[in-house]
């Protein structure tokens, strides 16, 4: 079946860094994205990959190795509005879109 | 700014009663909408693939003639929760894509968070 692994929860302190990551199973793959969602919001986006190696985006940056099934997001110098789900989701064969439940991100001042 | 909006934000209804949900897509045109269903703590679940002129495309065991979708133009999805239950509570969300392939990012509007009373 087609699945994708991501932390429940995570907690890390303003100013670091924090790595979510992200494994996926799939049939057939078209790529990974990576959202943001805000409690009581619905998610934005933050990133897409396809070709493996690391996409960067500012504080945020997505990394993607194909033969591994497996991506993360990293954030840096974390600031207290990153405190959110981030959700991980992976684009099948047939384009369909696979969801991670999302990883709680707390960040504690 | 926004590319997709989604009314109402939030909307309380009592058992038995109809709502209308509806999706726009503000600067673009979307052939194709998608309507999630969100549980608290929980990921999306695709209920529904909305598609431009014809029939919308429907989740396994999502019911089609409870959640009725309407995609009349290329800018406009709606979702009529019909004969509202409290288990219909929860946090409706549509999306579009506003570029053209496949892999295009989806836009989700604000959702729709709806109780059942």
């Known amino acids: 079946g087609q699945n994708i692994d991501q932390p429940t929860e995570m907690t890390a302190t303003e100013g670091a860094i924090v790595q979510i990551n992200c494994t996926y199973q799939?049939?057939?793959?078209?790529?990974l994205f990576w959202y943001q969602q805000h409690a009581g919001e619905a998610p934005t986006f933050l990133s897409y990959?396809?070709l493996d190696g690391l996409e960067e985006k500012g504080r945020f940056s997505s990394f993607l190795s194909r033969s591994k099934g497996y991506s993360y997001l990293l954030l840096k110098e974390l600031q207290m509005k990153d405190s959110a789900s981030y959700l991980c989701?992976?684009?099948?064969?047939?384009?369909?879109?696979?969801w991670g439940a999302g990883t709680k991100l707390i960040i504690k001042p | 700014g926004a590319v997709v909006s989604q009314h109402p934000s939030w909307v309380i209804c009592k058992s038995g009663t109809s709502v209308k949900i509806e999706c726009r897509s503000l600067?673009?045109?979307?052939?194709?909408m998608f309507w999630y269903r969100q549980f608290p703590k929980q990921s999306l679940m695709l209920m529904a693939t909305?598609?431009?002129?014809?029939?919308?495309?429907?989740e396994q065991g999502v019911e089609k003639d409870k959640f009725l979708i309407n995609h009349a133009s290329l800018t406009l999805s709606t979702l009529t929760v019909t004969s509202a239950h409290p288990e219909d509570s929860s946090f409706y969300i549509c999306?579009?894509?506003?570029?053209?392939?496949?892999?295009?990012?989806?836009?989700f509007g604000n959702g729709t968070r709806l109780t059942v009373t």
């Open positions: 600067d673009f045109q979307a052939t194709t």
């Open positions: 799939t049939s057939g793959f078209n790529g």
């Open positions: 989701a992976a684009l099948d064969s047939n384009y369909q879109l696979i």
């Open positions: 909305s598609n431009e002129g014809s029939k919308a495309t429907y």
């Open positions: 999306s579009a894509s506003k570029g053209v392939g496949d892999n295009s990012p989806l836009h």
């Open positions: 990959n396809v």
